[in-house]
């Protein structure tokens, strides 16, 4: 076991970037991820060929990315929810030329500008509704500081792995609140050559990164590919964790900071009688749509909880297929869900 140390979730984030090989970042601040870009701006100019840069704003960031990545650069950016909006274009861009990088979502509540406090609002965004055309991120919600370790390397590993961007979300607690987190000694993996990188090397044909195919046979040829990747991705990088689901006769459905407040609404219920596990979906796309179906076999109901009016319950909706209940209780704007409410909640289901 290594050293532990207390960090913040945002600045664990960046760290943990750093040590997984990024050497270029691009960002332009928003609360409540500001400490992301401050880490790097300190840091990452350590870092051999390591370089930060403050964009005049998110398209030029996003934009940035795209060049970095289309080098062969291990790069990334984060922002918050306005942000995000503002790089989607960029983020469709960089799915449709095929490169890797992770970009990191703080979720403050909206719609619009919204506030600063802790929410998940941004779901329906990060795993349906991106930006234009035929794609998907993979997307990864982190529950503790040390997951946000574990999963931001990991997200580069997938990234390379697949040619694809990364989204880490999490929210303002997530990212402010300070836990002992270690730095695990990286695994060494095989990933493929970038050889189609525009690097400049002589001795070969130039390499072209483009999203662009006018003709409607080649970009619908494209679109395939890409679909295909996504159905590997689905088949491959499903990650969710079951707690207390063996003898459950009710599931809660959470993720991230939610998740967490649910286990101990898991803990109360149980101390009263009740038999009810957790789902805890950690990769929102891919999304465990055969664990969910499988545990329809087994509940009696689920209780979808979430910091917004409801976005992940309709994937668990899709994923039970009516076979059982599915309802949801949700806090939004900011506010979070309380351990008593979730028991509430329950209780009101099993009613």
């Known amino acids: 076991m290594g050293e532990k ?7 664990a984030i960046a760290e943990a970037a750093i040590k997984a090989g990024c050497t270029h970042f691009f960002g ?20 051999e060929n390591g370089c930060f840069l403050q964009a005049e704003s998110e398209v030029a960031a996003i934009n ?3 060049g970095a990545a289309g080098a062969g650069a291990r790069v990334m950016t984060s922002s918050s929810s306005p ?20 970009i990191v979502n703080i979720v403050r509540g909206g719609p619009g500008l919204g506030g600063i406090q802790p929410a998940q ?4 965004q990060a795993t349906k509704g991106m930006a234009h055309g035929d794609f998907k991120l993979v997307v990864l919600a982190p529950s503790s500081v040390q997951e946000t370790v574990d999963l931001t390397m990991e997200a580069f590993d997938i990234a390379d792995r697949y040619r694809t961007p990364v989204m880490i979300i999490g929210d303002g607690i997530i990212g402010q609140m300070m836990e ?32 662009l195919h006018l003709e409607a046979s080649e970009l619908e040829k494209h679109n395939l590919k890409l679909d295909k990747k996504y159905k590997d991705i689905e088949k491959n990088e499903i990650k969710v964790e079951k707690k207390q689901m063996d003898d459950a006769e009710f599931a ?23 038999k009810v596990g957790l789902i805890r ?8 749509k055969k664990t969910i179906a499988q545990a329809a076999k087994q509940v009696d109901a689920f209780l979808t909880v979430e910091m917004s009016t409801g976005q992940m319950v309709e994937d668990v909706r899709l994923a039970v297929n009516g076979e059982k209940p599915v309802e949801f209780y949700g806090r939004t704007g900011g506010m979070v869900p309380s351990v008593e409410e979730i028991v509430k909640a329950l209780k009101g289901v099993i009613e």
Do not use: H
Request: a negative charge; one cysteine or more.
């Open 28 to 47: 332009y601040p928003i609360t409540p991820q500001n400490a992301i870009p401050a880490y790097m701006a300190e840091n990452l100019p350590k870092v």
């Open 83 to 102: 942000g995000i909006s503002l790089k989607a274009e960029g983020i469709s861009y960089i799915a449709g030329a095929e490169l890797p990088c992770v």
């Open 252 to 274: 809660i459905v959470a993720y991230g900071t939610t998740a967490r407040i649910a286990e101990s609404a898991i803990k109360e219920a149980r101390s009263e009688g009740i």
């Open 180 to 211: 002992p987190v270690e730095f695990k000694e990286q695994q060494e993996v095989k990933l493929p050559k970038k050889d189609w990188i525009t690097d400049g090397a002589a001795g070969r044909e130039k390499n072209v990164i483009n999203s």
């Open 64 to 66: 940035m990315v795209y």
């Open 5 to 11: 140390i207390l960090m913040k979730g945002n600045e």
């Open 281 to 288: 979906p950690i990769t929102l796309f891919p999304f465990p």
């Open 121 to 124: 609002s941004d779901y329906f």
